[in-house]
């Protein structure tokens, strides 16, 4: 190979890894955007959700649920919705406003609860239950004092 070859090649691997790179970014904007109840129900109300092409789409994307591709997902929500969207059933439902109103409820009440401790491990009355210093308390064993 000369090296006239060599600068030819060169250009056209950079231009296919940065047209890669830009399908990617473009692929992931729009499963972020999925996250998004209200972006989902004007999709539905355009009928955009029944068109073949686009489910075949949605399915082409699941490829982003894979470790390699969802370490770059910031709405999770994102992928709980993108494997939904695989459901004929809630594709439809997603064309009701109340089915959107209630999505977006339910998503607000994971994101307002999802780290309280209370929601996600919660304690039964009787259980030892560990303090924020690490010892163990027993709420059922009251302090008694022993005399003097």
């Excluded at 209200?38 to 470790?67: G, T, V």
Aim: hydrophobic content about 35%.
């Amino acid at each position: 190979m000369t090296v006239d070859q060599e600068e030819s090649v060169q250009p056209v691997v950079s231009d296919a890894r940065s047209i890669n790179r830009a399908r990617f970014e473009l692929e992931l904007e729009f499963v972020q955007s999925l996250a998004n109840p209200f972006y989902l129900h004007s999709l539905a109300q355009q009928n955009i959700l029944d068109q073949p092409a686009f489910i075949n789409f949605l399915e082409y994307l699941l490829y982003f649920k894979e470790k390699d591709y969802a370490r770059f997902i910031h709405y999770p929500h994102a992928l709980h919705h993108l494997e939904l969207l695989q459901h004929a059933q809630f594709r439809s439902e997603m064309k009701k406003d109340e089915y959107r109103d209630y999505l977006h409820q339910k998503q607000f009440d994971h994101w307002r609860t999802w780290r309280d401790p209370s929601h996600t491990n919660p304690i039964s009355p009787g259980a030892p239950h560990t303090s924020v210093d690490g010892q163990v308390e027993d709420k059922n064993v009251t302090n008694v004092s022993t005399g003097p």
